[in-house]
């Protein structure tokens, strides 16, 4: 290990390291400007993650660091808030400062093969994982009370992780008992509110959301919201969700987002008395698109072909 940190490279800093790496590598000839100011801006991004993680010396950054920092990058693909190009680059950029840190020492981390953002269609082929119930049974009971409460609410009203964490699981409950709703403004995508109905189409997935619900009310104790309340969301997100997904992954649940996933394939069987695209189904055209807009809007998203990602495509 060089005497000083970050292999030498000029700064105590990681991001300012990183900085001095790359423009190194411009004077050399080896990249352009550009390119440069693109891979540091991106680790600038990984070193404030490493320093939540207790890491503040490239040194000290490992692969293992590198995978959990772009499974976080994955879920922010699944989630739409980010697009695949975007998280596979911001990999790849980490890749390159640590290779030019180490003079060509470090192993390379795969964006989709070891991080899962995946490279293929945002065109769903293949079922969820999460959508039938009985399979996700063991990995539900393998949680702590909170981790259920985080699963049962994205399985049962398809809800981001974030909104999920965030959500007042006791007022919700209370609403949804005396409207029949429930109301979602804290984490979603661009700050839009919704309201996610009870299911107006299934009794018993009705009484589903309710027990979730109040499962969620009891685990949320005297916190404000479903997450722990000596956690913010930033904490909770590379921790606590990380251990829920991890737990899920050894039980065949792909990730906490294939339970969205799960719910709008359901809420498409119901609607419309067919199958979703990616599990056999083609309804007509007509019913096929109105219940892309109604499962659109529980979703919180403005357009429909972003249900492609979650029922597969019509044919």
Known sequence: MSKSRNFGLGSRDMSKAAAFAANNAVRDGFMGFKHAAGIAREFKQFAAFARDNGVRQMEFVTRELVIRYGELLADRVSNHEIGQGHAQNAVSAINSVMRLATQGEWQRVSPTKECGIDQRSAIRETPPTGLDRGSLAPGLAALAERGQA??????????????????????????????????????????????????RDNAEHAARQLAALERAAAAQGTARAVMPPTQNWKEWKENGLREIRETLQQYGI??????????????????????????????????????????????????????????????
Do not use: M
């Open 254 to 315: 792909d990730r906490l987002h294939d339970l969205r996933s799960a719910y709008a394939c359901e809420r498409y069987q119901q609607i419309t008395s067919h199958a979703a695209p990616c599990l056999g189904g083609q309804a007509p055209r007509d019913i096929d698109r109105a219940a892309r807009q109604q499962i659109a809007e529980e979703l919180g998203h403005s357009r429909t072909s972003i249900t492609n990602s979650y029922l597969g495509a019509h044919t």
């Open 150 to 199: 985080i699963v049962e609410l994205a399985r049962e009203f398809g809800l981001r992780t974030k909104e999920v964490s965030l959500l007042n699981a006791q007022g919700a409950l209370r609403e949804a008992q005396t409207r029949g709703v429930v109301s979602i403004s804290d984490g979603t995508k661009g700050g839009r509110p919704r309201e996610v109905p009870l299911n």
